[in-house]
């Protein structure tokens, strides 16, 4: 299993976080390494979306079931994939009008043992980057405060 945590202190509310997160057709424009993001439902207390992952020109297709409380909190479960088990979880706590907490889990590993040893350092070099990736993002499109 592999595992990757951060928490971080941002220049922009929860709200605007939390949006960007859920934004997730958007998230090929900002994170390199998803090529395709489409939602395929959506209810008052989930999302369900389709992303592809591109890692050292491979394409891996998944779908994710997200469990939603607005602007507080984002749970991300596999539905399907290339991965054995995947759980992220986005959380956001206010500090002012313009700062927020964010905090970002992610435990994940694939099925195949041989993808494990390619994609899973690959992979988990993206984790790394997500919450610098979605504040540089909030700063684009004017999202501080």
């Known amino acids: 299993m592999h595992c ?18 859920v934004d997730i057709p958007s998230y090929p424009q900002f994170l390199p390494w998803v090529a395709e993001a489409t939602i395929l439902e ?5 999302i369900t979306a389709r992303l592809v992952a591109e890692l050292a020109g491979m394409r891996y297709p998944f779908c994710t079931i997200d469990r939603i409380m607005p602007n507080k909190l984002v749970e991300i479960r596999l539905g399907e994939g290339p991965f054995k088990f995947l759980e992220s979880v986005w959380s956001f706590d206010a500090i002012d009008d313009g700062h927020c907490r964010v905090h970002f889990s992610i435990e994940f590993a694939f099925k195949n043992m041989m993808m494990d040893m390619i994609a899973a350092p690959l992979f988990s070099a993206a984790c790394r980057t997500m919450v ?3 504040e540089q993002r909030a700063i684009a499109v004017g999202g501080r405060g």
């Open 4 to 21: 990757f945590e951060e928490t971080r202190q941002v220049a922009c509310s929860a709200a605007t976080m939390y949006q960007l997160v």
């Open 42 to 46: 959506t209810t008052p207390d989930t």
């Open 132 to 134: 610098q990736a979605f």
